[in-house]
């Protein structure tokens, strides 16, 4: 009885599979330009779409103590150090955006620094955060705040952080506190970068703080990201109604590499589910996880789009150890490992569309210490964006990650990802080719 069973449900799938490749007619399950034959000169942007770069307090800043410079000597890892001293060079930084000619600047706050031990706050520190905000308004350049960018203090680490929804009155605390000093000036927020890497990262493959491998924690996690998304955003718009709140997403898409396996394609389905379903559910429903979170029912103003790849799924290729990334022959693959895949960005697009706020590019960019694929990058992903905005999509800007050469996590300084190159000896910063095409392109869009 089981064995018909079975035999009827491979019969079914591969016959579901054939039409639906006939019907498609692809080479592969998802979609592929060719792009030989695309005129990637021809851009189409609103007059009014914003332009910019993005950083991160921990990755640019330097000499920071917080839960990742713990974790850097806890497992020791290299060590971010002095990073790019932006701290102490943000207004010759901030004199790189105007020569790229740029209209927007994604930035963090850094919660150690405002508050390095619990109830006692920094205030010259939120002054330097003040004057920044000043200068880029000064320089016509739209300041967009992150509240959480990876990293926060050691003491609030040392109570669990966000695994423990008690702490989260302490994180909307410290939030409501950077927004009264600054939302007068600054009208665009983002709470929490990348929920599904901060938690997954940290708390399923342990490469992140706190180095922890537990799924059940992992779905604690995300749930209280998500509860404490939805307590800034209460807090701060009954603050400020104006104020425009969102959360940057990384939506990384998940496809099955074997399109005649059926182990591939409902397995991409979950992971696909897990990594940005479970969110858009989240803000879409107030439900994540088969449990009801209505206070984030509806909490946006706009959703940030952190786009960079596909990943091909298979058994082989997804593990809870480590992640592989596998790549259709004719794909690039980045420095990072996985592939670009530029046409992602379109379905990822497609998949915030039905949150019904508009999108705002908050990241996109490619590891790439040559420079030798970043200006293709640039442009095939600047292609796809302009055809989405022309057919519709409300997407108001692009952020490229990132301004210079910084911290990269886990994998330390080995990654370079900037439009300027950093030479850390020195701190001397260089802008590479793919920054002057960049710059091409916001000039004459
Ligand atoms: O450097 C990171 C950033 O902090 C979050 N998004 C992805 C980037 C590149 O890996």
């Known amino acids: ?38 005129d ?25 103590v917080n839960n990742w410079s713990e974790h850097e000597e806890n497992k020791n890892l290299e060590r971010s150090g002095a990073a790019c001293d932006h701290w102490n060079r943000w207004k010759d930084d901030f004199q790189l955006l105007t020569d790229l000619g740029l209209s927007s600047y994604r930035f963090s706050i850094e919660w150690s620094r405002l508050e390095p031990t619990e109830g006692e706050w920094d205030e010259a520190a939120l002054a330097v955060y003040s004057a920044m905000v000043d200068d880029l308004l000064h320089r016509g350049i739209r300041p967009v705040v992150t509240l959480h960018h990876f990293s926060h203090p050691q003491w609030w680490e040392a109570k669990g952080g966000f695994a423990n929804s008690a702490n989260l009155p302490e994180f909307v605390r410290y939030c409501e506190r950077v927004f009264d000093a600054l ?9 929490v970068n990348e929920p599904t890497v901060f938690s997954t990262m940290g708390y399923t493959l342990g490469m992140f703080p706190p180095g922890r491998r537990s799924l059940r924690t ?3 996690v995300m749930r209280n990201l998500l509860l404490a998304h939805a307590a800034v955003y209460k807090a701060l718009k009954q603050k ?17 590499k074997n399109r005649w396996s059926p182990i591939d394609w409902p397995l991409a389905r979950l992971l696909e589910w897990f990594w940005n379903g479970a969110w858009r559910g989240g ?30 799924v298979g058994p082989a290729s997804v593990s809870l150890l480590k992640m592989k990334f596998p790549k ?18 379109r379905r990822a697009v ?36 302009s055809q989405a905005i022309q057919d519709g999509h409300d997407i108001r800007s692009y952020h490229h990650w990132s301004l210079m050469d910084n911290f990269e996590w886990a994998e330390g300084y080995s990654m370079r990802f900037g439009l300027h190159h950093v030479d850390f000896e020195t701190q001397e910063r260089t802008l590479r080719g793919s920054g002057e095409a960049y710059k091409r392109i916001v000039q004459n869009n």
């Open 1 to 38: 009885m089981w064995e018909r069973l079975l035999v009827g449900a491979i019969v079914a799938f591969v016959v579901f599979k054939i039409t639906l490749i006939t019907y498609r007619r692809r080479k592969y399950p998802e979609p592929h330009e060719d792009w030989t034959a695309v």
């Open 40 to 64: 990637l000169e021809a851009l189409n942007f609103p007059s009014d779409f914003r332009w910019g770069t993005a950083t991160a307090a921990h990755q640019v800043e330097g000499h920071l």
């Open 183 to 191: 939302s007068e000036r600054v009208d665009t927020w983002v709470t």
């Open 218 to 220: 992992t779905i604690r």
């Open 240 to 256: 400020l109604p104006t104020a425009k709140i969102g959360i940057a997403k990384n939506v990384t898409l998940f496809d099955p």
């Open 283 to 312: 803000i879409q429903k107030g439900r994540m996880f088969f449990k009801d979170v209505p206070e984030a029912k509806g909490s946006l103003d706009f959703i940030g789009l952190n786009y960079y790849t596909h990943v091909l």
């Open 328 to 345: 259709r022959k004719h794909e690039v693959a980045t420095e990072f490992g996985y592939p670009m895949y530029a046409e992602g960005l």
């Open 350 to 385: 497609e998949f915030l569309t039905p949150l019904g706020v508009p999108i705002e590019v908050t990241e996109n960019g490619v590891a790439d210490a040559n420079d030798t694929l970043r200006t293709e990058h640039l442009k095939r992903h600047l292609w796809v964006l």
